[in-house]
């Protein structure tokens, strides 16, 4: 045998190999949805923990957040936001009064993602809920509504490139209302 | 070196391959769970927003979905049974007082999976509970329960099998009380 | 072509196949996220569902759980907590008063897992919540907090090797407040 037909058959094995691990890891679903996931939760503890590095971080640059106050256009202006959201909360945790014992902070949970991968870019729909306290300290749901996103992969990571958020509660902003730009 | 030695060593390289890839892609539970994680997604969707074409969907065609008004055995019975859940969403809200404000839709939240698969087939189990609002527009939980849930893969397509829906608030159908037929 | 050389091409091609299997599957961040998913809903149903055995099954034998009530160390520790815990509830339920009708349970719900994977140890963190129900039968949102989670991987399952509950509704076990020793 010829040592050329035998680094091609070798070549070929490693062709068919090369595609059959990228059919399980490049173009996985579950590897994209569980990174989507994480993303996801990565939003939620920036937001509920007041950390805009982390909150604009989820954004690719030119991400666009469509929320209940407004359209915010790339990292710019999404942090802008955020952090303004970010500068009240803390001024009204330190207006408080003190002679009550130490509110307790919102809370948002995330469920029923529905995705959708395509290649290098995903769409899905998430449910999210708040819950927080009312003045006697107990807890209640404040809100729901859903997300309707658009994500893409930069670098090998995740973002999102369009966040719309649904709430059920603010007139315009429901679901069959609003809808994305 | 003989050629079918050769192409007997290639043979078993890429056999050897076939298998590796096989438990990476075809037999990973992150795979089926993230498939399965979409359909009870997918699910939900359709029950809330009122979607009897995708509700059915879910199911295999011999599906079986016990629920608290009784049990639906296949597609056809599963489909009469939740367009007569959409069309009554449907007259209560076409004959809802006007001088009201919109009402605020329910949402379903599905939480803690506990997934076992085993081949082509699959059982699962699944919290559930639902979000309303009273007369106010304030939120709440109306209900909560489980799913216990057996799967099967049907032309790559994980479906419901079997669905029995386990409500704590409903007599004869709580945990431990109720059972799958 | 020598019977040597040919041989270790065979063997390149499998080390590279080997690799590139590993790291489709080993090292897959959706196959490690999956498990310790199903752990964390293992977890949640037998705490709810009063399964001592499950319970003490979720974490290494040397796991650490920090609660409001103390820090067990071990297996051991943690049997004697959780199987009085589940006394209690049983003796509970045996000495209620039974003129009124059965009392609905409560349940836990968890979301917003952020997990991040290094080898076979990860660390993570997720919100809980609880449902009860009120003399009413009225459910409701009873605590809220977060699980601040130590897993570890042993004969190739994932256990929590600590487990911190962090509860907003208790004094000195809130966000901020409570630290894992």
């Not at 070929?12 to 939760?41: F, H, Q």
């Not at 509920?48 to 989820?58: E, N, S």
């Not at 449910?127 to 997300?147: A, C, K, L, T």
Request: glycine share 8%; net charge negative.
């Amino acid at each position: 045998m010829k040592k050329n037909t035998f680094i091609s058959g070798c070549l070929a094995v490693m062709i068919c190999c090369l595609v059959m691990t990228n059919t399980a890891l490049g173009a996985s679903y579950a590897e994209d949805r569980a990174e989507i996931e994480n993303l996801m939760s990565v939003y939620i503890y920036a937001l509920d923990l007041k950390d805009p590095d982390a909150y604009v971080g989820t954004f690719t640059e030119d991400g666009v957040l469509n929320h209940a106050g407004g359209i915010e256009r790339g990292r710019a202006e999404i942090r802008e936001f955020i952090e303004n959201n970010a500068a009240n909360a803390r001024r009204a945790m330190e207006n408080r009064d003190r002679s009550k014992p130490r509110p307790i902070p919102s809370r948002h949970l995330i469920d029923n993602l529905e995705l959708h991968i395509n290649g290098d870019t995903a769409t899905g729909r998430a449910y999210w809920s708040s819950m927080s306290v009312d003045e006697n300290r107990q807890p209640h749901i404040s809100e729901y509504g859903f997300y309707e996103d658009e994500y893409r992969r930069v670098n090998g990571k995740w973002l999102f490139s369009k966040r719309l958020i649904v709430n059920e509660f603010r007139p315009g902003r429901e679901y069959g209302v609003v809808s994305a730009e």
